[in-house]
């Protein structure tokens, strides 16, 4: 188990980030280097290093992390225009921060994913 990543120093407000929300369960910021014009990463503070270690008993937090993105949505205005969460899971996903995270993108018409191989 590592809680020595990058964003639990993030976390622990020991390097910086622009923080959009945070309760006692998660933390959301947005991404270092933007995807679209709206991206904001959902981090729960539990350590867990990928969606493949997620418990079943920790259901509650993945959940937890798509409702903040949702409500997010909602708060700044852009949900009905719509938006998308991607959670991306070790080599072939793309993971490169090994502590789960949402990523919410929004702000225009997304392009189609998952089509370059
Ligand atoms: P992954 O590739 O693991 O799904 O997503 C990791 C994301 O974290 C990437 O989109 C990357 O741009 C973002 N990221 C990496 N380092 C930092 C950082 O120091 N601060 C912020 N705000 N985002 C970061």
Known sequence: MSDDTIFHKI???EIPADIVFEDEHLIAFRDIAPQA????L?????QIATLNDVQ???AEIVGKLAIAAAGYAKQQGFAEDG???VMNCNAHGGQTVFQ???HLLAGAPLGRFGTTF
């Open 83 to 85: 938006y998308r969460i």
């Open 37 to 40: 014009p709206v991206h904001v």
């Open 56 to 58: 079943a008993g920790q």
């Open 11 to 13: 976390i622990r407000r």
């Open 42 to 46: 959902f981090v729960p503070k539990t």
């Open 100 to 102: 789960i995270h949402l």
